[in-house]
């Protein structure tokens, strides 16, 4: 039925990527998103381009699973390039009615949704090859400072983690609420928004109060095995910069360095 | 010194009506007195809401009595400067299996009651590891607990107490909600425990042919011991735990009217194979 969403869009192969730390894969994303924007002429599309086609190689995740993040954001691609062509003045090279397209009109949508796949693709690769557990404990180190200002960093990640152990079985519950409440009569596939929205009602309330029991369960259970809050807790597989980590953040570095350069000579 | 020791406990749950003021008291757990030594298999033994559960709440310091005093090795549960040692030594593993999962792979679960004792991640790999073997689930090591059976989960939970090196397990009701293949995975597990590694075992159970195996059985019905002894003694007494509720296995009832006619059937038996293999042996010996 659904597959298992506990790994989220985690491909599970063993590639230089996978075996990277989870907070050298989230800081490297976030400065090649910066780094999309940074980009203004052919040269710097180029070198993004080749170093997101890098990552992919070496990710070792096929590309299909690259591009199935894109799908979702199909519409908004196609409208930032119809609006972006339509709306940007300068050399008309089409007019059709009183519609104009123009080319700056033109080559400012390649340059929108080029961004946008850069986006995308840029995290795909990092979700690809992270499981939601590396990632949330990835978050959680990079944040830890924030404790100091008395930010609950721990159980933030904590509660994240824990939500992401339950979904599969909230949602194996509410499979069985709606087959339950369908039984005793209750139409979920009348075509009327205002009746839909209505028998929703005998699903969510029996789900919520199942998750309550089991937050109350899972709280007795966490403190008979000794939880009591992050302080002293110490980890399975603590995260430790290893020496690829540190060539990974020198390989972000020199590309970060390189579409500055490039957007200075150009 | 015994390992858990009651004193005259006693707890008490109170009834509110909807406005919060008090309709009533029920006293869960009335003045138990029992001991448990070290590398017993105990079962404690009792209907829905006799107070089983309360009682087992109270070995891990999660509850704490009202009245009277337990001792884990030697530690009073009231004193909360020892709380971390105590849930340490007893290790609880609960009746739902999807509740008392933590972690989104096996290890990580397992590894949750050492991680939260700040102990070593080098010894806590090795801890993980041994556990696991221990109850047969090393090949799930870097699965996901949602694709488990239940009583394969149940596996992993107490795989995940027995992380902690506690000296005692207490299963409250941990097969409860298990299929009966399930519920032999799991009973055969802790017995393993128990005989191997010489865990002490408290098995809070309403299911008759789960005790049989126990070095005591208590027998508990509204917050009162009304029963103990060795499985076999409780078994010959069907017609108390008819009257408290528990199913007797028709077997049992059967071989107990046999031998009030005089046939010379053996004491404690539960399944239906049990009854003819003996029938068959008295058989045999005519």
Not at chain 1, 26 to 47: H, K
Not at chain 1, 101 to 112: D, N, P, Q, S
Not at chain 1, 219 to 227: D, L, S
Not at chain 2, 218 to 224: E, M, N, R
Request: glycine share 8%; charged share 20%; hydrophobic share 45%.
């Amino acid at each position: 039925m659904l597959r298992d969403i506990t790994l989220g869009q985690f491909y599970p192969i063993d590639s230089i990527l996978h075996r990277l730390d989870p907070r050298v894969k989230i800081i490297c994303t976030f400065i090649y998103m910066i780094s999309v924007f940074l980009v203004r002429d052919v040269w710097g599309y180029l070198a993004a381009t080749l170093f997101l086609a890098i990552m992919i190689i070496i990710s070792k995740v096929p590309f299909k699973y690259m591009i199935r993040g894109l799908k979702g954001i199909l519409m908004i691609m196609i409208l930032t390039a119809v609006i972006n062509v339509f709306t940007t003045p300068g050399k008309v090279l089409l007019s059709i009615g009183v519609i104009d397209i123009t080319l700056e009109g033109i080559k400012v949508a390649v340059r929108m949704v080029l961004r946008l796949i850069f986006l995308v693709m840029g995290s795909s690769i990092m979700m690809l090859t992270t499981t939601p557990s590396r990632l949330t404990y990835g978050l959680e180190r990079i944040f830890k400072p924030l404790e100091r200002f008395n930010l609950p960093v721990h159980e933030i990640a904590m509660m994240i983690s824990i939500a992401l152990g339950f979904i599969p079985i909230l949602v194996d519950e509410l499979d069985k609420i709606i087959k339950a409440q369908s039984v005793r009569g209750v139409d979920f596939n009348n075509r009327k928004l205002s009746v839909r929205i209505k028998n929703m009602i005998p699903v969510l309330v029996p789900l919520f109060v199942s998750a309550f029991r089991r937050a109350g369960d899972l709280a007795v259970a966490m403190e008979a095995r000794c939880y009591h809050g992050g302080g002293k807790r110490t980890g399975i597989n603590p995260l430790r910069y290893d020496r690829r980590d540190h060539i990974a953040y020198l390989v972000i570095f020199i590309y970060l360095s390189m579409i500055i350069v490039i957007g200075i000579i150009f | 010194m015994s390992l858990i020791s009651t004193d005259k406990v006693t707890y008490e749950y109170i009834i509110r009506d909807k406005n919060g003021s008090v309709e009533g008291i029920n006293r869960a757990v009335d003045e138990v007195d029992m001991t448990v030594e070290q590398g017993e298999f105990i079962a404690i033994l009792g209907s829905n809401g006799s107070g089983k559960s309360t009682l087992a709440k109270h070995f891990n310091a999660l509850l704490l009595p009202l009245e009277g005093t337990v001792y884990i090795d030697g530690y009073d549960t009231a004193d909360s400067d020892h709380l971390w040692d105590i849930r340490q030594t007893t290790g609880m593993v609960f009746q739902n299996p999807d509740n008392q999962i933590i972690g989104t792979l096996v290890e990580e679960d397992v590894a949750f009651g050492p991680e939260n004792m700040g102990v070593k991640s080098k010894e806590i790999k090795e801890r993980v590891k041994n556990s696991l073997e221990s109850v047969g689930m090393e090949k799930y090591r870097y699965k996901s607990p949602s694709k488990l059976s239940g009583g394969q989960k149940q596996r992993i939970a107490i795989a995940g107490v027995l992380a902690m090196k506690p000296k005692c397990i207490v299963l409250d009701e941990s097969t409860a909600m298990l299929d009966p293949a399930g519920r032999k995975e799991v009973l055969n597990a802790v017995m393993e425990l128990n005989r191997k590694d010489k865990i002490t075992v408290i098995l809070i159970t309403h299911f008759m042919e789960e005790v049989i195996n126990a070095d005591k059985v208590y027998v508990i019905d509204k917050g009162k011991i009304c029963m103990s002894g060795p499985p076999r003694l409780i078994f010959s007494n069907a017609e108390i735990l008819k009257e408290i509720g528990l199913s007797v296995p028709y077997a049992t009832l059967l071989s107990n009217e046999l031998r009030k006619r005089g046939i010379p059937l053996r004491d404690g038996i539960v399944s239906n194979e049990e009854l003819a293999g003996n029938i068959c042996q008295l058989l045999q010996t005519i």
